[in-house]
């Protein structure tokens, strides 16, 4: 007896973000009835909460911006900080298929984008100066019309309760906008919320399609033609699936909550292979109370101490690099945590760019901000020896003064002084002398997980053998990375799941690179 169908189309696409969106887009444009679910409310997924920074090298926005921007170059850059970590076909599928991506995107007059200057993360051969980040051009948000309604809020206002402003897009917000305009233009793209994979169809070998479940229980079954592509995020919000595959108690993620990993379980149940589940685009978190948290960008002022009140890093580094330094500090034995970031009177808040503005006293009262009008009174309060933190913060002044970091080297990297504001010989090195001090507490949190269903350079999931499964595609954060273990340029997590659903879709069309 044959499996029965609640619907049918040529390709079915799970998840909204970048990656997901961008599959749809493409395989409308080609002609191809496709289903799109989103187990959210709303579309968008963790796209809709970022800067939207687009790391696609070689494209032609970049190109009229610098002529140091090539595919070469990009190439020899990401071989020299990628390595070994990903497949080399990965990297190179990459950097080709990201200038044919915004080529091909820029044929719909509603997506436009810009350049933005936002260095690249790494001092390597290939790097290009000022960077090669694309941004989506902002947009009135009465352009979406009904859909606006239908996009998720940005992670201040869906987070944390704020109140925004939605009269003009920009980021995220901007970027899921035009894409849902251009994926309801073509006319052949049914668009789904409240939708939750729960399995894949396989018949003869192949997938044929998904099981789902809706937001009143009712169960769907759906046959995907073609194919069926996974583009869900990672499995961010899953407590358990963080202990099983990352060893974490604690998880300070930016991701929805929805991110609970449904499709990458979908896969492994139907036999893929997994890579770096260990992995993710890891950030320094501020840590927000009633357990929350939001990643901390652009740091400009005060300095990290860990546990005994020393420095161990440099804080400019770029975001993922500087998680991944706590990480590596507690996997070789170093008590870091708790990380504190201490600050002086020049600065009200935090010095960096959050999401949502902390209330001091709210922090206060949760125990994640302390204050006192001398070092040592704050040392007390964060059970810190007192000369070992005045100790620090005295070295930490000595280098503002003379402008060279002699322990960790802030401010002699272009990613650092993109940040940097301060008025001295570095401007990233603001001296910490003017009481009251502050502290703050920081996580190691990130910006998704970074491992996932094996794939190959057309998207199609592989098995432990290699062997591709017939039907079955998949991008984004529910995959292993195709950057490996490292974060080579900001827009890496949105770029490589655009251009992998890209490259998807086109094969779901027949239409390969």
């Known amino acids: 007896m044959g499996t029965s169908w609640d619907d049918t189309y040529d390709v079915v696409v799970i998840g909204s973000g970048g990656g997901g969106l961008t599959a749809a887009y493409t395989a409308g444009s080609a002609g191809l009835r496709t289903l799109l679910l989103e ?70 007059p509603a997506i436009r984008f810009d350049y933005g200057a936002f260095p690249d993360y790494y001092d390597v051969p290939g790097r290009v100066r000022g960077g090669r980040g694309i941004f989506p051009r902002p947009i009135a948000g009465a352009e979406l019309g009904e859909l606006l309604e239908r996009l998720q809020p940005p992670m201040a206002a869906h987070r944390f309760g704020r109140q925004v402003d939605r009269t003009e897009l920009r980021g995220g917000q901007a970027l899921v906008g035009r894409l849902l305009l251009a994926v309801t233009g073509t006319g052949e793209v049914t668009l789904r919320t409240s939708t939750r994979l729960t399995g894949l169809v396989i018949e003869d070998g192949r997938v044929v399609g998904v099981e789902a479940e809706r937001a009143d229980g009712g169960a769907v079954r759906v046959r995907a033609e073609r194919g069926v592509l996974l583009a869900a995020g990672g499995f961010e919000a899953d407590i358990e699936l963080r202990r099983k595959w990352q060893g974490l108690e604690e998880v300070w993620t930016n991701a929805p909550d929805t991110h609970t990993g449904d499709a990458i379980l979908a896969g492994m149940r139907a036999g893929a292979a997994v890579a770096r589940l260990e992995n993710a685009w890891w950030a320094p978190n501020l840590l927000y109370p009633h357990g929350t948290s939001a990643f901390a960008v652009g740091i400009h002022g005060g300095l990290f101490v860990d546990a005994a009140g020393q420095r161990f890093a440099n804080e400019s580094l770029p975001y993922t690099r500087l998680g991944q330094r706590i990480l590596d500090l507690r996997a070789q034995g170093r008590p ?63 280098f503002a003064a003379s402008g060279v970091d002699e322990d960790f080297h802030r401010g002699e990297d272009e990613w650092d002084r993109f940040f940097g504001r301060g008025r001295g010989p570095n401007p990233c090195l603001v001296p910490v002398d003017r009481g009251p001090f502050h502290a703050v507490r920081i ?68 239409h390969d690179l």
Not at 39 to 58: D, H
Not at 360 to 386: K, M, S, V
């Open 39 to 108: 187990k959210s409310e709303y579309f968008g997924g963790m796209t809709a909460y970022s800067g939207a920074c687009l790391w696609l090298p070689g494209n032609p926005i970049t190109a009229e911006a610098t002529a140091e921007d090539t595919p070469e170059g990009a190439l020899e850059y990401l071989r020299a900080v990628v390595g070994d970590s990903a497949p080399e076909a990965m990297q190179r599928a990459y950097v080709t298929g990201s200038r044919r991506l915004v080529e091909f995107l820029l044929q719909n």
């Open 336 to 398: 870091v945590p708790p990380v504190h970031w201490i600050f002086d009177a020049r600065f009200p808040a935090p010095p960096c760019i959050l999401e949502a503005a902390p209330d001091p006293e709210e922090f206060r009262e949760a125990g994640l901000w302390h204050t006192a009008d001398t070092l040592e009174g704050l040392a007390d309060r964060l059970a810190i020896r007192p000369d070992a933190l005045a100790g620090t913060v005295a070295r930490f002044n000595a």
């Open 443 to 510: 996580g190691v949190g990130d910006l998704g997980t970074k491992g996932g269903l094996v794939t190959d350079t057309s998207g199609r999931v592989l098995t432990e053998a290699g062997e591709v499964i017939a039907g079955l595609y998949a991008t984004g954060n529910t995959t292993a990375s195709a950057t490996g273990n490292v974060y080579p340029g900001p827009g890496a997590p949105i770029g490589t799941a655009m251009v992998f659903g890209f490259l998807a879709a086109r094969h779901l069309a027949g």
